[in-house]
């Protein structure tokens, strides 16, 4: 079974500070997916990672695959209380794996 | 409707009751999947309805026991369910072979009693 470990498990950070999530899994995948999951809510498609190298950029995160090293980053720039949620690495085909989520609190 | 529509949103059900849940997607998918999400867990995929069957995960007990009709509903019954059972119930779909990933439903919370 693919493995999927995300670190850190929790970030707490200042408003106006950068700060990167990273995903590391188990298995050759060549798709990778990032989602965000607001308190008591479902899971919101953030950005899809097709092939190494790719780099997706929506406001202030960037996420970025290495199929080579089996990690995909999601960078955050100068954070805003409103990016505060779960965010959630999953990799896989027609089947995904998921990590175990990262809670980011932005303090302002 | 759009997008992928679980109900109830919220349940509350006793050890002995039957119950299930319900997902419906409008997106024409053909893969349908269950999602457990306990707190400080990871989401542990219960099973998956893929061009209407069955794949399921083998650690999951005989009490939940998951339906198919078709392409767009997937059901989730519930019995004799037990307090550790309490958990949002996510529902998802996708179109094998594509590259778009999952559609989550809005989830149903469970609470066992």
């Known amino acids: 079974e693919l493995k999927v470990e995300q670190n850190p498990l929790f970030l707490s950070m200042q408003e106006g500070k950068n700060y990167t999530i990273y995903c590391n899994y188990s298995?050759?995948?060549?798709?990778l997916y990032w989602y965000r999951q607001d308190p008591g809510k479902s899971l919101e498609s953030l950005f899809v990672l097709l092939s190494n190298g790719a780099v997706k950029q929506e406001g202030r995160l960037m996420a970025s695959l290495d199929t080579k090293a089996r990690l995909s980053t999601l960078h955050i720039t100068a954070a805003v209380h409103d990016l505060s949620a779960t965010y959630f690495c999953?990799?896989?085909?027609?089947?995904?794996?998921f990590g175990t989520g990262t809670s980011l609190t932005v303090i302002p | 409707e759009t997008g992928v529509t679980q109900t109830p949103r919220h349940l509350v059900m006793g050890m002995t009751n039957k119950k299930s849940l319900k997902c419906e997607q409008h997106?024409?998918?053909?893969?349908m999947y269950w999602y457990k999400q306990s707190a400080k867990k990871p989401l542990e995929l219960m099973f998956v309805?893929?061009?209407?069957?069955?794949?399921e995960n083998n650690s999951v007990p005989s009490r939940f026991s998951p339906e198919c009709p078709n392409s767009s509903h997937l059901f989730l019954h519930l019995h004799t369910l037990q307090p550790e059972d309490s958990a949002l119930y996510l529902c998802?779909?996708?179109?094998?072979?594509?590259?778009?990933?999952?559609?989550f439903g809005s989830g149903t919370r469970l609470t066992v009693v």
């Open positions: 999953a990799v896989g085909g027609n089947q995904f794996y």
């Open positions: 309805y893929s061009l209407e069957e069955r794949v």
């Open positions: 298995t050759t995948s060549d798709r």
């Open positions: 997106l024409g998918h053909n893969a």
């Open positions: 998802a779909s996708s179109q094998l072979y594509r590259e778009g990933g999952y559609t």
